[in-house]
T-cell receptor
Framework: GQQLNQSPQSMFIQEGEDVSMNCTSS?????WLWYKQDPGEGPVLLIA?????ELTSNGRLTAQFGITRKDSFLNISASIPSDVGIYFC???????????FGEGTQLTVNP | EAGVAQSPRYKIIEKRQSVAFWCNPI?????LYWYQQILGQGPKLLIQ????????DSQLPKDRFSAERLKGVDSTLKIQPAKLEDSAVYLC?????????FGPGTRLTVT
C-alpha cells in the first residue's frame, strides 16, 4: 500500500520561531489533510487541500499541496506554547478511498 | 455542532477477553470510520462504512475484530478474543465529504 514519509519526527523550538514540516508520498494523492493531536484526544483537522499547487492558510498555519501531488508541507509562524502536540499529514488517492496517515511530527515549544 | 462521541474513554481487559466500543458520528455524516492508533504511530484504518454498508474492511483482522453500523448512524467495534498487541487507541471518525472529523478515542489496554 501507499506510504507517507513525514519529517521531521520531532522538533524542539523556542516560542516565536517559525516551524516547517513536510510529507512525501510514493503515490499521487488527490487530497491532503493536516491534523493536530493533543495527548489523550483525537486528531483535529487543521487544513484541507484539494488541488495541486494550492496554498491555504488558517491563522498562523499555512499548508501547500505540492505540484507533483506527491508532497505537502505545513508551516507554523510565530509559534506559541499551545502549538505543542503531534502533527499528522494524511493523504487520499481518490475521493472516498482510504486516508493514509504519516507517522507524525512531535512539536515542543519552549517558552 | 456536536462532535463525534465515543465510549468508553478507557478500558483495561485481560487477554482473551472481549471488548466493545461505541461511536456516534456527527449528525448528517454518512461515512463512518474506525481507526487503530498504536503508540507513536499515525492512525490506521480498520473499517469504513457508507451509511450502513461496508466500503473498506481490508485492514480489519476479521478473525477477531467485527464492526457494525445498524440504521446507518451509531456503530460498534468488537474485539473477541483480545490479544496483547491490540493495546492501542481506537478512534472513530465521520465525514460528509472528504474531511474526516475524529472522536476522542478509546484507550484499550490488554494485560
Amino acid at each position: 500500500g501507499q506510504q507517507l514519509n513525514q519529517s521531521p519526527q520531532s522538533m524542539f523550538i523556542q516560542e516565536g520561531e517559525d516551524v516547517s514540516m513536510n510529507c512525501t508520498s510514493s503515490s499521487i494523492f488527490n487530497t491532503w489533510l493536516w491534523y493536530k493531536q493533543d495527548p489523550g484526544e483525537g486528531p483535529v483537522l487543521l487544513i484541507a487541500l484539494y488541488k495541486a499547487g494550492e496554498l491555504t492558510s488558517n491563522g498562523r498555519l499555512t499548508a501547500q499541496f505540492g505540484i507533483t501531488r506527491k508532497d505537502s508541507f505545513l508551516n507554523i509562524s510565530a509559534s506559541i506554547p499551545s502549538d505543542v502536540g503531534i502533527y499528522f499529514c494524511a493523504g487520499q488517492e481518490t475521493s472516498g478511498s482510504r486516508l493514509t496517515f504519516g507517522e507524525g511530527t512531535q512539536l515542543t515549544v519552549n517558552p | 455542532e456536536a462532535g463525534v462521541a465515543q465510549s468508553p474513554r478507557y478500558k483495561i481487559i485481560e487477554k482473551r477477553q472481549s471488548v466493545a466500543f461505541w461511536c456516534n458520528p456527527i449528525s448528517g455524516h454518512a461515512t463512518l470510520y474506525w481507526y487503530q492508533q498504536i503508540l507513536g504511530q499515525g492512525p490506521k484504518l480498520l473499517i469504513q462504512f457508507q451509511n450502513n454498508g461496508v466500503v473498506d474492511d481490508s485492514q480489519l483482522p476479521k478473525d477477531r475484530f467485527s464492526a457494525e453500523r445498524l440504521k446507518g448512524v451509531d456503530s460498534t467495534l468488537k474485539i473477541q478474543p483480545a490479544k496483547l498487541e491490540d493495546s492501542a487507541v481506537y478512534l472513530c471518525a465521520s465525514s460528509f465529504w472528504y474531511e474526516q472529523y475524529f472522536g476522542p478515542g478509546t484507550r484499550l489496554t490488554v494485560t
